[in-house]
C-alpha cells in the first residue's frame, strides 16, 4: 500500500528557512509522501524525485524525523535520488505495536530498514545515518551489504559522550506537551541558539502533532524514568551498543565516510578517530558550526561534504 498525497503545501515554510540560513538551492520543491506496511508496521517515507538518478537513503536520528534532511535534501536532489523514512516510532511512522514490544528496537529497525530497500528494489544504494540512524545503517551495512556501493554515518561512534543525550531527553521531558506551537518554538531557541528561529519553526511543523491540551511529539511515548535510573540505563545501553559495533564497524567493506560535527558534545575527535580505524576503508570529515545534528547545523557543508564523497566513489551522475 502506497500513496503520495501531502498533508499541506509548506513549501513556503521550506522557503524561509533556506532564505534565514543563506541556503540557495536551485529550487524550493516539496518532497512526494508515501507509505506503505511493512514489517508489521505502516511506514511513512519521503521520496525527493529524480528515480533515474544514483539512490540515497537516508536515516535520521532519534526524536527526529526524516525532515532532518530537508535543506540538504533540496541541495543534492538534482544529483542524487533521495528517499527519507520516517523510523519507527518517529514522524508519521507507526509506533511498535504490543507484539514486538519485546524485541530489541535496533534488531526491528534494521528489520525495516532491510524490508524498505527490498521494497524498492534498486539495484544499487547509498546509504546515510545520523546517530539512531547511523547505528542502523551500521547494523544494516555490516550484515546486509549486497545492495550498497557507499555508506556515509554521522555524528557516532562506539565511544560516545552522555553530555547531549542527558540535555536532550530533559528537553523532551520538558516539553512533552505544551499549550501553543509558538511555546516550542521559544523553548527550541533556548534550547538551540545555533539555529535560527525560522530553521527551528520549519522543523518543529514536521515534528509535532495536536493533542488535546496543546501539541506534543510525533514520537512514539517512552517509559517513565528518573534521571539516575535513565542514565545508568544509558550506561549499560552505550556499554552493549559499543561491543556489537565495534564488531559491526569491522565488518563493513564498502567506502564509509564518518562526518562528524566540530562543536558535537555526542562525539569526540579521539572517539571519531577509534571508528574509523575500525573500519578497512573509512575516512573522516569534521564540519564547522555544527554540532551532534550535523545535516541541520551546516546543510550546505553537509551536502557538499557528502556529495564529494559519493562522487569519488563514481556514484554520482553529472
Known sequence: MTDNKSAFDYRPEMKACAEAINLRPPLIIQPED???????????????????????????????????????ALLLRERYHIVAPDQRGHGDSDATPLQQSKVDNYELMLQDTAALIEYLGYDTISLCGMSMGALNAIRYTAHCPQRLSA??????????MLEVRIEMEQFR?????????????????????????????YSLI?????????????????????????????????????????????????????IRGEKSKMLSPEGAQDAVALLKDGELAVIKNAGHSVQGDNPAEFSKILDSFLTRQGIRTS
Open 34 to 72: 508515501h507509505w506503505v506496511e511493512l514489517n508489521g508496521i505502516r511506514l511513512h517515507y519521503l521520496d525527493w524525485g529524480n528515480s533515474h538518478l544514483p539512490h540515497l537513503l537516508l536515516l535520521h536520528g532519534g526524536s527526529l524525523t526524516a525532515h532532518t534532511w530537508d535543506m540538504a
Open 173 to 201: 521531558h520538558e516539553t512533552e506537551t505544551m499549550v501553543e506551537f509558538e511555546d516550542f518554538v521559544e523553548r527550541a531557541i533556548r534550547f538551540n541558539p545555533r539555529r535560527k528561529p525560522e530553521h527551528l519553526r
Open 206 to 258: 514536521h515534528s509535532l502533532k495536536r493533542v488535546e491540551g496543546g501539541w506534543t511529539w510525533k514520537q512514539q511515548q517512552r517509559r517513565s524514568e528518573n534521571q539516575v535510573t535513565a542514565e545508568a540505563h544509558w550506561k549499560s545501553e552505550r556499554e552493549e551498543r559499543a561491543r556489537w559495533m565495534r564488531a559491526d564497524l569491522g565488518k563493513i567493506k564498502i567506502p564509509t565516510l564518518l
Open 151 to 160: 555508506l556515509a554515518i554521522v555524528d557516532v561512534g562506539p565511544t560516545v
